[in-house]
């Protein structure tokens, strides 16, 4: 059975791209562009929503290649 359209699946789905879409409109339709530096993602790496989603992102990284050795394709 296919996860395409679960509930959950579907509910992640529309949250990133309401953030991709606010990212998009907050930076990259700015006229001046906001350099981050190495001591600018060290200490983006503070806040708790950056942490979340790297939690997310590893977690998701850990799942998808469990499922992928799993499924026995590439």
Known sequence: QSDVLNPNAVAVIE?????????HEDVCQSASVQRVGLFGLLKALRNPNVQRSLAFATRFGECFGRNLEN????
């Open 15 to 23: 949250n990133a791209a309401g953030s991709l879409t606010h990212v």
């Open 71 to 74: 499924s026995g394709k590439p």
